[in-house]
């Protein structure tokens, strides 16, 4: 071959410059490795990546041991063995390389074997960083996001402040359309967005595609002037119109995230974090929508990561910092305590005393209140027994969460824990908010029948807000309907709903449950809604909650203990 020959005539120095030339048209580094001399030529970049001390190297074995991944050099070594003696004439393998910073990098490696001058044996190829080969994407025809890395890091070092905005867009019910119609649809639905968003931006806008469903508009001020929220709706209509022009056969939104400004000292990284927290903050709002970065709600959520991590280590210290406040519950008729709701307390180190309405969903979202729901239920049994001492109808009312509903055994958690505390079933009411349970199935009916066979009452909770609704009450067969405090509220303020809680009251008795009424502050409101005619009363002007100590010093050893 004409090459090898031409090879043959060059000198060190000539090989090395046409290395060099093609190298620049290739993202990959070409290589020459004089097997008989152990002699490594490899492009210069290469040497800007990898530990290597020049880009000719003569004891190519020693220091090929300091770019080789331990592991993988003496397969690298056997398969070299082969070429030198003669056995193979090319070479194919894929492993890996320590960077300069002694990072693993996967690359793939392939040559062939020619015959170079004085009967030496050279090996010429190439070596390819194997995460960088995806640049490009041949669905959308878009470059990829190692290629928007690779630019954005650039822009961010050299001139931070020509950057007007970024956009990330997403597509709302991608995975649906994957599922239901099969990947040939999705690339289909990607390629269909790929053009329309390229078509709307203007010229000198960058689209990259990042992963899967994801899409990166990049206006570095090259004279683009489109405002994001136009080219946002923009794209919205032709979607809109391709899907009436289509028929609506297929059917699919976008949502957008968008940051602007303030680039200068962010990282590629960072910019990655924020327009997917926009991108999200645009789904949780509804989708079909598009979200500006807004850095106060993102360092809320970040507060949000830190307290569940806080929470989970305390859980993990045998609930350290929590704690089980009690709040009594009086009989409408005499103003006698009848129960106490058990209310949860947790107080940390670094956040301080945590109000429930912050910390709840947050131990819902992570699950964790399923084993801290189990301790409230076995601290606020324990006392209960102990109270029955001093009245013994006395109950104690537990908040149930629908996470605990539908991801924990609760009938097993129950029947556990009032059997081995001693305590009658009848002395426990499990509190359940409206809005958790919408999807009643068959397993929670199930439940919901199991536990009034063994004669634990549940209460609807939080009954006024969110979708109120008497079905529940017959669904989850409740003997007692909690309303809510801003229910009350407003029908302390305005008759018409004085009369709505009134008739609600009147309806749950004739149903067979009874009412309890929680929020009561002043003398004057209970006075006003003593006349609704609920069952009992929780609020704070009979008691705040607190600690079993204090609660059991206050409300209990003052009656006539047995
Ligand atoms: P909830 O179950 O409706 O509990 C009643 C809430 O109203 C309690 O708030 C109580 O302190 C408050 N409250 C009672 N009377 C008055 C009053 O007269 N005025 C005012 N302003 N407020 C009154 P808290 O303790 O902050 O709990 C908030 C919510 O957190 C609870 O609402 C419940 O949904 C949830 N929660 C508390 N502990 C637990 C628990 O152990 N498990 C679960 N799943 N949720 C809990
Ligand atoms: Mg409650
Ligand atoms: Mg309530």
Aim: charged fraction near 30%.
């Amino acid at each position: 071959m004409d090459y090898l020959n031409a090879l043959q005539g060059m000198s060190l120095e000539q090989i090395r410059s046409v290395i060099e030339i093609m190298q620049q048209s290739s993202d990959s580094y070409m290589f020459i490795l004089d097997l008989t001399s152990d002699t490594y030529m490899v492009a210069e970049k290469a040497t800007k990546r990898f530990p290597f001390p020049s880009i000719v190297i003569e004891n190519c074995t020693e220091i090929l041991k300091k770019v080789v991944y331990p592991a993988d050099y003496e397969m690298l070594a056997a398969d070299m063995e082969k070429c030198r003696s003669g056995e193979k004439d090319s070479h194919a393998l894929e492993y890996r390389w320590l960077d300069r910073m002694g990072r693993v990098v996967w690359i793939s490696c392939r040559g062939t074997v020619v015959a170079g001058a004085e009967g030496h044996r050279l090996l010429i190829g190439t070596v390819t960083e194997m995460g960088k080969k995806a640049k490009a994407d041949n669905i959308t025809g878009l470059r990829r996001e190692v290629r928007f890395r690779l630019n954005m890091e650039a822009t961010l070092r050299d001139d931070p402040g020509s950057v007007r905005y970024l956009m990330r867009i997403g597509i709302d019910n991608f995975k649906e359309i994957n599922e239901k119609e099969g990947v040939e649809a999705g690339d289909e639905v990607l390629r269909e967005l790929a053009e329309c968003i390229t078509k709307t931006v203007d010229e000198s806008v960058d689209v990259y595609r990042l992963v899967a469903d994801e899409f990166m508009v990049v206006d570095i001020g090259k004279g683009g002037e489109k405002e994001p929220r136009a080219i946002y709706r923009q794209i919205q209509k032709t979607i809109a119109a391709t899907a009436k022009s289509k028929e609506y056969s297929r059917f699919y939104t976008v949502s957008a995230g968008v940051l602007e400004g303030g680039f200068s000292g962010r990282t590629v990284e960072e910019i990655m974090r924020f327009t997917e927290f926009a991108l999200n903050e645009a789904k949780r709002n509804g989708r079909n929508q598009m979200a500006v970065f807004d850095r106060a709600a993102y360092d809320v959520y970040l507060e949000k990561l830190d307290i569940r991590k806080a929470l989970r280590q305390d859980v993990s210290h045998d609930f350290r910092g929590f704690e089980v406040y009690y709040q009594p519950i009086v009989s409408a008729a005499d103003y006698k305590l009848v129960g106490a709701e058990a209310l949860l307390r947790w107080k940390n180190e670094k956040f301080g005393t945590v109000s429930p309405a912050v910390f709840i969903p947050i131990l819902e979202e992570s699950g964790l209140i399923i084993p801290v729901g189990q301790y409230v239920l076995w601290e606020a049994a324990k006392v209960c027994r102990k109270w029955k001492e001093y009245i013994p109808g006395f109950h104690i009312n537990v908040n149930l969460s629908y996470v605990q509903l539908y991801k924990s055994d609760m009938m097993r958690d129950v029947e556990r824990c009032i059997q081995e505390v001693g305590l009658d079933p009848e002395s426990l009411v499990l509190e359940l908010t409206e809005s958790g349970y919408i999807e009643t199935n068959d397993r929670i009916k199930e439940l919901f029948r199991d536990l009034k066979s063994r004669k634990i009452d549940l209460a609807l909770d939080d009954f006024g807000t969110g979708y109120s609704n008497m079905r529940y009450l017959k669904e989850i067969d409740a003997k007692t309907v909690k309303i809510d405090r801003s229910f009350v509220m407003q029908a302390l303020r305005d008759e018409y709903d004085y009369n709505i809680i009134s008739h609600i009251i009147d309806m749950v008795h004739s149903l067979g449950s009874v009412v309890c009424m929680e929020g009561i502050e002043e003398k004057e409101e209970l006075a006003k809604m003593i006349a609704t005619k609920p069952d009992m009363i929780q609020g704070y002007y009979f008691g705040k909650p607190s600690p079993a100590e204090q609660f059991e010093k206050q409300f209990l050893a003052a009656t006539d203990s047995p």
